[in-house]
């Protein structure tokens, strides 16, 4: 079913986001500034976080293992954090090896190019299980490492293969953490430097709290979310508006085209031209003319600038000098 623009309403809309860095940088800490989150410990980095920020967590070996944690009760959590992503698609590389033997290269270790595919496949079903199914925000660590382009250093997600672009479709957010002026931050626009991905308000470059000071709590997830969620209501309350505006504008308009006549056409054409369009109005209400000027049987005289009613007879005489 299509549907216009002033139909979104999504106000408590769940976030995936895609969080990159240098280790040691304080990827996970920040992850853990989630609303209530689960961290799925795949990295083992559980200990490398202050007490005082640590969070419930699981460590599966397996990737087999790791879909059973998602299939327990999550009630009492709101974000399933995985840190880090490079090691769960290391979990699924041997999965799908499993799965299939042509997944994997005579070794039976290495990914073969079908292999990547179904690692692709396999992370945006997952992902779209906590995100539709379980209905959580999804926050995924990625170490960054530095390649080289010509002359520019570039920083990169650390993924094997082709798999690093498919990563990035699933998410809603995605910010590049890094030192800047002894501060961290973390950018939320591509640049020469990074990919980056910001929506609904989120952009630039945002300073990270620092968390040495006691009186500042872990929360700076927890607050961009809400963020995100209130940018979206603005959104909507935006929409709310011009919708009253659209539907005032068809309720009037529309009628006097559904009524319209051969000797008022000009004057109907006139009353669409001069409206104060909004959204669609414009390209609906100029549709639903053009349909009623061809029940109408007018035709556009390009001389006179005027819509006429169709000469057939001239039609069949030049059909006939054309046969």
Known sequence: MIKKPIELKNTEKKIRFLLAGFPGIGKTTLALSAPKPLLIDVDRGIDRVEAKNRKDF???????????????????????????????????????????????????????????????????????????????????????????????????????????????????????????????????????????????????????????????????????????NDNIAKETEYFESQKKEYEEIMNEIKPKIESMTSENVMDVMKVIKEANHILTSEKELKYIFKQKVEKLNLVWNSETRQYEVKDESKEISNNSKSA
């Open 58 to 228: 699981t460590q599966p070996e397996t990737y087999e293992e790791l879909l059973q944690d998602l299939n327990s009760d999550l009630s009492d959590y709101e974000t399933i954090v995985i840190d880090t992503g490079g090691k769960l698609l290391d979990l699924m590389k041997n999965y799908v090896i499993k799965q299939d033997s042509k997944n994997g290269q005579k070794d039976g270790q290495t990914l073969s190019i079908k292999g990547y595919g179904a690692v692709g496949k396999e992370f945006k079903r997952m992902t779209d299980y906590i995100y539709y199914t379980l209905q959580k925000h999804l926050v995924i660590n990625f170490h960054a490492k530095e390649e080289k382009d010509g002359e520019a250093t570039k920083l990169r997600i650390l993924v094997e293969g082709s798999t690093k672009d498919n990563v990035w479709q699933e998410m809603d957010l995605g910010g590049f953490m890094e030192m800047y002026n002894g501060k961290r931050t973390i950018g939320f626009d591509n640049c020469e430097r990074y990919y980056a991905k910001g929506t609904h308000g989120i952009k630039g470059v945002i300073e990270v709290p620092d968390l040495n000071n006691p009186n500042i709590p872990n929360d700076f997830l927890t607050k961009l979310f809400l963020q995100v």
